[in-house]
């Protein structure tokens, strides 16, 4: 047995096995050079935490969760048990450097879920079959489907970790869910997880949380700046690339520059994962600081931007940008760099509208176990949140530019 001593969590076992052996692959320890929270740091500086962190918090709160529910008379096999612990160390496999930036510029019409499945499949290969069944929890494709929902669901244990984790490194506090009492209270009914009555309280707490967490955190301006100043900067180097312009980068990197990677060539190449696994934020780190002296003026200014923290500004409103306004940042910033205004709008400025809702009617919903034995959707039970409160989608429209 494995035991590492996880911050937030204290002590985390890991059991000899297949686990151990996930663990020690280095597709998984590859996770370790990734940053969980990609940008946030430019704002929060504790945020140094990896995806390599959160799939072991996430595997534990797994393990927690099982045992509660085989408490409660919930028969859950051994294999089952380690195949969904399994599946949750695994769900993260396929996430690339910097959170979804590579999604965005040098590879096309590929998710990150969709690679996970891939690097999964590819070690069930290595591994004789042996992660057949996490697989099958994984596309939700075994009989009992609330081990799914463990995995991927509203209320899942990639959730509550993330909220734990990145609120315990950020330092915002607004994050810090009940996780433990959360998962004390899950049980299963016709084969969904539902919520014990008396846990109501957590779970609006857990969904309140979620919401801050996205608006201060994961959505805060100056991280949506700093992602779109890299976005920019590499849609700019796959422009010189795809003209013949020879530029720094590791094979990985090098690979997804000079090839037009898209959905067809990622599935039937097989050489499109092997350069992917290899890539981690040390790639673009290194390229960058390279890149910020290059002859290309957009290239260097961007690089040097993003590495000297010198990131656009940004201004958020609730409507639109009027174009007018966005016409005449361009002109300055053409001005200032001494370009075109196409090339200006196109690598200095981004306009983005961006929309969360805190609970989704469409997906997976949390249901409430009432004392009656029937359950009732969370939007129906709560006397603190209504459906419209819940469900509301709340819009923001992001104007990033170069400072001039």
Same mark, same amino acid.
């Given at each position: 047995?494995?035991?590492?001593?996880?911050?937030?969590?204290?002590?985390?076992?890991?059991?000899?096995?297949?686990?151990?052996?996930?663990?020690?692959?280095?597709?998984?320890?590859?996770?370790?050079?990734?940053?969980?929270?990609?940008? +946030?740091?430019?704002?929060?500086?504790?945020?140094?935490?990896?995806?390599?962190?959160? +799939?072991?918090?996430?595997?534990?709160?797994?393990?927690?969760?099982?045992?509660?529910?085989?408490?409660?008379?919930?028969?859950?096999?051994?294999?089952?048990?380690?195949?969904?612990?399994?599946?949750?160390?695994?769900?993260?496999?396929?996430?690339?450097?910097?959170?979804?930036?590579?999604?965005?510029?040098?590879?096309?019409?590929?998710?990150?879920?969709?690679?996970?499945?891939?690097?999964?499949?590819?070690?069930?290969?290595?591994?004789?079959?042996?992660?057949?069944?996490?697989?099958?929890?994984?596309?939700?494709?075994?009989?009992?489907?609330?081990?799914?929902?463990?995995?991927?669901?509203?209320?899942?244990?990639?959730?509550?970790?993330?909220?734990?984790?990145?609120?315990?490194?950020?330092?915002? *506090?607004?994050?810090?869910?009940?996780?433990?009492?959360?998962?004390?209270?899950?049980?299963?009914?016709?084969?969904?997880?539902?919520?014990?009555?008396?846990?109501?309280?957590?779970?609006? %707490?857990?969904?309140?949380?979620?919401?801050?967490?996205?608006?201060?955190?994961?959505?805060?301006? *100056?991280?949506?700046?700093?992602?779109?100043?890299?976005?920019?900067?590499?849609?700019?180097?796959?422009?010189?690339?795809?003209?013949?312009?020879?530029?720094?980068? +590791?094979?990985?990197?090098?690979? @997804?520059?000079?090839? %037009?990677?898209?959905?067809?060539?990622? @599935?039937?190449?097989?050489?499109?994962?092997?350069?992917?696994?290899?890539?981690?934020?040390?790639?673009?780190?290194? =390229?960058?600081?390279?890149?910020? %002296?290059?002859?290309?003026?957009?290239?260097?200014?961007? +690089?040097?931007? @993003?590495?000297?923290?010198?990131?656009?500004?940004?201004?958020?409103?609730?409507?639109?940008?009027?174009?007018?306004?966005?016409?005449?940042?361009?002109?300055?910033? =053409?001005?200032?760099?001494?370009?075109?205004?196409?090339? =200006?709008?196109?690598?200095?400025?981004?306009?983005?509208?961006?929309?969360?809702?805190?609970?989704?009617?469409?997906?997976?919903?949390?249901?409430?176990?009432? %004392?009656?034995? *029937?359950?009732?959707?969370?939007?129906?039970?709560?006397?603190?949140?209504?459906?419209?409160?819940?469900?509301?989608?709340?819009?923001?429209?992001?104007?990033?530019?170069?400072?001039?």
């Amino acid at each position: 047995m494995k035991i590492i001593n996880d911050p937030v969590f204290g002590f985390i076992s890991i059991p000899k096995g297949l686990l151990y052996d996930i663990v020690r692959h280095p597709a998984f320890h590859r996770l370790s050079r990734i940053k969980q929270l990609g940008l +946030s740091d430019v704002v929060y500086p504790g945020a140094q935490h990896t995806r390599f962190q959160h +799939s072991i918090g996430a595997f534990h709160l797994t393990g927690l969760a099982v045992r509660s529910l085989m408490a409660k008379g919930h028969f859950i096999f051994d294999s089952e048990a380690e195949a969904v612990q399994a599946a949750i160390l695994l769900h993260d496999i396929g996430h690339g450097p910097f959170s979804h930036v590579l999604e965005h510029t040098i590879i096309s019409g590929v998710d990150h879920e969709e690679i996970s499945l891939m690097v999964m499949e590819r070690m069930n290969e290595e591994m004789r079959g042996q992660l057949t069944l996490a697989i099958n929890i994984f596309k939700n494709e075994y009989p009992k489907k609330f081990l799914h929902q463990l995995i991927s669901s509203q209320l899942d244990m990639d959730r509550l970790d993330y909220l734990r984790r990145d609120s315990f490194f950020t330092g915002v *506090t607004e994050g810090n869910i009940g996780s433990s009492r959360i998962i004390e209270m899950l049980d299963v009914v016709d084969d969904h997880l539902v919520v014990q009555k008396k846990g109501i309280y957590s779970i609006e %707490n857990f969904l309140v949380s979620r919401r801050l967490m996205y608006w201060q955190v994961y959505l805060h301006k *100056t991280s949506v700046a700093a992602e779109h100043t890299l976005i920019n900067a590499l849609t700019r180097a796959k422009e010189l690339a795809s003209e013949g312009e020879e530029l720094f980068a +590791s094979p990985a990197l090098h690979y @997804f520059l000079y090839n %037009n990677v898209d959905r067809d060539m990622f @599935f039937n190449n097989p050489d499109s994962l092997e350069h992917y696994i290899s890539l981690d934020d040390n790639d673009i780190w290194s =390229a960058l600081k390279v890149w910020s %002296n290059h002859q290309d003026k957009i290239l260097s200014r961007l +690089s040097g931007d @993003f590495i000297n923290r010198r990131l656009f500004k940004v201004e958020v409103s609730e409507e639109p940008f009027p174009e007018e306004y966005v016409e005449q940042k361009t002109n300055e910033i =053409a001005m200032c760099n001494n370009i075109g205004t196409e090339e =200006a709008r196109r690598y200095f400025m981004a306009l983005i509208e961006i929309g969360k809702d805190m609970y989704s009617l469409d997906d997976d919903k949390i249901e409430i176990l009432q %004392n009656d034995g *029937t359950t009732r959707d969370i939007t129906a039970t709560s006397d603190m949140l209504n459906i419209s409160t819940l469900s509301k989608k709340v819009v923001k429209h992001y104007f990033c530019y170069q400072r001039t």
